[in-house]
């Protein structure tokens, strides 16, 4: 019934997931008959996962007409060990240049897909390991579902500017209702691809039971064999005429917005869509409306873009470009933080929870170490509160942890991290004392935002111990890790460091030691434009809320509250005596410092963020004002020169680390692709800088 599908030239060649097809006999588990299990494996093992394109597609449809012809009471499908399925193969995607392709290939799915439910006997998926996507779709259109207690599962397609588009858009509302389907296919996807545990998806009802890996198969089949028996019944519910409708799509739509900051974005528009008619129409009209959803999606900028972001982001995890050999990493034993508070109480977590060695906190005095080490302690205990870690780890871990006004305590550490106040001799002599406690060995780590590393290390007897190692806000949550080499930097040092980045599990950059290094040197420029624009006259709702349109998620004085005006101030402050007037201080921020404002919105009693009188009375305003637009085109103007500038000056080594880390480290939104592609798209690039910064087709159409 399927016809093969030619892929453009330049297409990765498919890694094929088989589907292969053997009986299981059901009269040991109480029910005369067999069963007809397909399990998809693509021979490889766990860190290559079952994938679905072209021909793992028409190989699952021969298994089913297999399984069929077999004459069994039910058939079921189960994956490899560890993986059901993660979902579509999106490595070709990038390379369809015609919408006929993009439509053949969602056909393919439903049309391979759908035969699970009317095959005429009863389909049971088995989902044994991780199922995302076209993985959990598969299992979607059988007619009964059974999960392994350790498996994931989630339809991750909004997060990457698709929909669940082989069936899961149209099913899952039918299933368990619009608010639990808003729930999986929107609000998850949208809070960073949140995948469901097993116990959530069993509440939430997208499986029907969950067993433990150590007998799944054989539980499975015993749950098969009861439906069959009629001695397990599970019951369906009609959503059709659920009042709840309304209100949940209206909570999707909400979701949408705010993680775009009012900007509607398509995918997750076109999910409402496919969602909301799904109340009434058929399965065969769901189907076909999500065909033409997947091929219209599949042929914009916005999914090329979020696929270049998506792939970046993953490649970049596992391989960090320009780093040394990780032979050359020395072994880290014992850690060392400098500072007890906030930000060096983070660091210290992050450290325990992830390398399980010693980890020694020091600060001024010994009630500020204290409270330091009281504060990781406190944080061990609330992940044990919420079940994400066991009392046992919590106390062994709570062992590891001391504090010291003494930086003699810093004997035997292998790695120590700074995080004191951002004051450049403060940090020097610092370094000067460390060196003088611990081995010629042992990394100095600095937290600076952008200060000179190389200053840093001036004067020492092994400066090339000296490494930038800068984490951003909050520590445990944001994934990005600048780690920021001086001339004189080994590579036994860079090793080591990446190698603890790595424990850490942050993506990381490695990057010249200049001003700001890369988030802190754009966002600054970036922000200065707004600020600035302000100075002149423009009022702050148009200034702030200029990049809106784009689906900015949050804006420049919104990021301003997060960081606080204070290090905003000092890292425009060092920026500009670095790099010059282009990094303009603002009046009106050195004024909220002075005054002690803090923020510039104030959360009402409604719970709405309104500007601060406090901050608005301050602003330096002048009597040349901008609109939108030109606020907008200031600030994106700026970006590309400093961008173009970086790269003239090896800041980083490729336009694809600039996009990591603004996608990373500033939450600049996948579907535009990272900052570059996204000034390619507009002609920006070749306006401001006479060139590209991406070859055409790049995170856009080709």
């Not at 991750?156 to 698709?162: N, Q, R, W």
């Not at 090329?304 to 993953?314: D, E, G, H, V």
């Amino acid at each position: 019934m399927t016809t093969e599908i030619k892929l453009p030239e330049g297409a990765p060649e498919e890694v094929v997931t088989n589907a292969l097809v053997r009986d299981v006999d059901l009269t040991p588990f109480g029910f005369t008959g067999s069963l007809a299990l397909i399990t998809l494996d693509n021979g490889l093992d766990h860190t290559r996962p079952n994938t679905f394109g072209a021909q793992s597609l028409i190989a699952l449809d021969a298994a089913i007409t297999d399984a069929i012809g077999r004459s069994p009471a039910a058939i079921g499908i189960i994956g490899k060990p560890f993986i059901f399925a993660a979902g579509a193969d999106l490595s070709a995607l990038s390379f369809l240049s015609e919408r006929s392709q993009s439509l053949a290939i969602g056909k393919l799915g439903h049309d391979v897909f759908r035969r699970l439910d009317e095959c005429g006997v009863p389909t049971f998926a088995f989902i044994n390991g991780l199922a995302l996507g076209g993985g959990l779709e598969v299992g979607l259109h059988c007619n009964y579902r059974t999960l392994a207690s350790t498996a994931f599962t989630g339809l991750p397609e909004v997060f990457l500017g698709l929909v669940p588009g082989w069936g899961g858009a149209t099913i899952l509302p039918k299933l368990i209702g619009p608010e639990r389907a808003i729930q999986v296919i929107m609000l998850n996807a949208l809070n960073n691809n949140t995948m469901m545990k097993a116990k959530d998806a069993l509440s939430l009802g997208v499986v029907d039971a969950v067993y433990e890996p150590a007998d799944f198969l054989e539980r499975s089949v015993s749950f098969a064999a009861k439906v069959l028996s009629g001695a397990t019944k599970v019951e369906r519910k009609d959503y059709s005429q659920d009042p709840a409708w309304d209100a949940a799509l209206a909570t999707g739509k909400a979701a949408a917005l705010k993680k775009y900051g009012g900007a509607e974005i398509a995918s997750p528009m076109r999910a409402l869509e496919l969602i909301a008619a799904a109340r009434t129409n058929t399965r065969g009209a769901g189907f076909d409306a999500e065909d033409q959803a997947l091929a219209d999606l599949t042929m914009s900028d916005p999914l090329r873009a979020s696929l270049y972001a998506f792939n970046l982001i993953q490649k970049k995890r596992k391989k960090v470009e320009g780093a040394p050999k990780p032979a050359l990493g020395r072994k880290v034993t014992k850690v060392g933080v400098v500072g007890a508070g906030l930000m060096a109480s983070q660091l210290a977590l992050l450290l325990l929870r992830n390398l399980k060695c010693p980890v020694v906190m020091t600060d001024i005095d010994q009630e500020r170490a204290d409270k330091g080490v009281a504060w990781v302690k406190n944080e061990l205990a609330k992940l044990v509160e919420k079940k994400r870690m066991s009392e046992e780890s919590a106390r062994r871990l709570s062992l590891l942890v001391s504090g010291s006004a003494d930086q003699s305590s810093f004997a035997g550490c292998d790695f120590i991290i700074e995080a004191i106040f951002e004051e450049l001799s403060l940090k020097q002599e610092l370094f000067k004392k460390l060196e003088t406690i611990v081995s010629p060995e042992c990394v100095l780590a600095t937290n600076t935002s952008s200060l000179s590393v190389e200053r840093m290390s001036e004067g020492l007897k092994n400066p090339e111990r000296v490494i930038g190692f800068h984490f951003f806000n909050p520590v445990a949550v944001m994934p990005l890790l600048e780690v920021a080499r001086t001339s004189k930097t080994d590579d036994a040092t860079t090793a080591t460091a990446v190698s603890v980045g790595k424990e850490l599990k942050k993506t990381m950059i490695i990057c010249k030691d200049a001003p700001g290094f890369v988030v802190n040197r754009l966002l600054t420029r970036f922000m200065g434009e707004v600020t600035d624009a302000v100075d002149e006259g423009t009022s702050p709702e148009v200034a702030d809320n200029a990049m809106r349109s784009i689906g900015f998620p949050m804006s420049p004085f919104e990021l301003l509250d997060l960081v606080g005006p204070g290090v905003a101030l000092h890292v425009s402050e060092t920026l500009h005596e670095n790099l010059g007037p282009r990094y303009r201080i603002s009046p009106t921020m050195q004024a909220m410092v002075d005054a002690k404002v803090r923020n510039f919105y104030i959360k009402g009693a409604d719970g709405k963020f309104t500007a601060n009188p406090e901050a608005v009375a301050l602003i330096k305003q002048g009597d040349k004002p901008s609109t939108a637009e030109q606020v907008r085109d200031r600030a994106l103007n700026a970006l590309a020169t400093e961008a173009r500038m970086m790269l003239d000056e090896g800041v980083v080594s490729s336009a694809a680390e600039i996009d990591l880390c603004m996608l990373m480290g500033s939450g600049w939104p996948m579907h535009l692709g990272g900052i570059l592609p996204y000034l390619d798209r507009e002609g920006i690039s070749e306006a401001v800088c006479g060139q590209r910064f991406h070859a055409p087709g790049i995170a856009s159409l080709p």
